[in-house]
């Protein structure tokens, strides 16, 4: 397993205080989400098409892979001109982890809208998902993250076999999946056919469905048994730190955060943790 973290916490970094910021902390990637204050990572000077390769470039140099490109989309509307909508903002994401060298993107399932049965939902979602995948340039993967009303391993798993496309995969999150009442064990058993990647962060729960992030330690998800659940898997990709400082600024900052996570982690690794670069191709 590899470490990893998103940008989602340190969201007013700069690609520079980032690239510093895993190489300082001992991350092997990063996953791409905030940058410079904005979600819109599309509109980011670096990434447009006449500097992506300097860009790109620039990150090997480095040392610093992109392992995942975030998006916000989702695919849950009853709206039909949304989802195209959703769709086509997916694909862009999808060419620009392409030309960052990255074989994955994220994308939500999110809700079952008020007039709309679960069957109906999963079935919307399917479809456009398997839209994204047959428009994704080769060898970029698209990931259903474990969230919403289909956070559990199960519902996600569920999503995929509708789908029914090679290139769907899931991102296990595992607060996600814990906080929605699924045991560890059975979530990753649920996803193992399908995982890709994996988020993990400590929250605990501030009354009714809501869970706040806090440190590693200080709150309820299992990270040892989150772990020895993908090392049972023998899964040896990315386990990314997801801190959500974006959307609570009040967490504490990722030069706490950062090192706090990936010392908790190389803890319960041991000699099975993989510090050195791991570029993606």
Known sequence: MKLAFSTLGCPNFELEDV???????????VELRALGRSLDLLSRAEFHPSEIARTRDWLIEQGVAVCCVDTSCSFDSVDDDERLRQVELAVSHCELAAALGSRLIRVFPDKVPQGSSYEETRDRIA??????????????????????????????????????????????????????????????????????????????????????????????????????ALQGLRYDGFVSFEWEKYWHPEIEDPEVSLPDFAGAMRKILGEAFVPQFWKVI
């Open 19 to 29: 690239a510093r910021a895993a190489r300082e902390y001992g991350y092997a990637a």
């Open 127 to 228: 479809e456009s998902l398997r839209s994204v995948a047959l428009r994704a340039p080769e060898g970029v993967r698209v990931g259903l993250e474990t969230h919403g009303d289909f956070a559990s391993g199960r519902a996600s798993a569920d999503i995929i076999r509708s789908a029914d496309h090679p290139n769907l995969y899931i991102i296990w999150d595992a607060a996600n999946s814990f906080a929605a009442g699924e045991p560890i064990e059975d979530s990753a058993a649920a996803v193992a056919p399908y995982l890709a990647h994996v988020h993990l962060r400590d929250a605990r729960p501030e009354g009714g469905e809501h869970w706040t992030p806090v440190l590693a330690g200080r709150g309820l998800v299992p990270f040892a048994e989150v772990v020895a």
